[in-house]
């Protein structure tokens, strides 16, 4: 009896908590049906983000929405003592010349215990006011939560797929052609590149987003069995 209780005490706690929940997230697939479903996670939140004023509110959706801590609130460990030049084509779209001082941040974001993605930032400390720097240079503060005061505006200049779940010529293939296993989901899935305005239209920033696996680690409804992993396998003569 005693073994009984506990069960149900850890079954009480697991639902209650959408981070335990998470935690406990089913492998993805790897059939048809599993990587077709997998794209469709990935170009919604890609739509989301691309149609976003700021990465990081669409991030804490993204975690509320799918139940993925108890608390969905972004955290953005800073990785101090990291450098990486600007390049002359950032300092043209931030408008500012070879000599003008650029600020380098990388930062990891996470919810709970997911991490989502990792972001580059080159910004201009000019044209943010001494608490945004503060912020940005001593506390793991998102770049975004930061400088929300800005009235900030984002032009992506590049949105990329950095893996495709579906292979190529897969509209051509049988579907029935799977391995019927786990499906490998590689560390990071798509990225993207913009730049930040001001509500003046100051371009004062140019961030590069790469979104991980993580954003897939989230507590799935049951699915029926695909077809081709529980066919029996053919009789031998």
Known sequence: MRAVAILAVTLLALMGNPSARAQTAAP????YLGRVEVLAVMEGLNARLLASRSATATLEAWCADHGM???????AHLQRAVDKPASQETR???????????????VRLACGDHV?????NWYVPERLTPEMNRLLETTDTPFG??????????QTIDARFLWHPLPKG?????????????LAIPGQLFQHRAVLFTAERAPFSEVVETYGAAILDFRRAARAADPACSASPPSRP
């Open 28 to 31: 993805w697939p790897d059939t």
């Open 69 to 75: 801590a108890a608390t969905p609130r972004l955290a």
């Open 116 to 120: 989502l993605s990792e972001a580059e």
């Open 145 to 154: 939560r930061a400088v929300q005061a800005l009235g900030t505006t984002r």
């Open 170 to 182: 897969w509209d051509q293939a049988s579907p029935s052609a799977s391995s019927c296993g786990d």
């Open 92 to 106: 043209q779209r931030l408008s500012v010349g070879p000599d003008a001082i650029l600020k380098y941040r990388q």
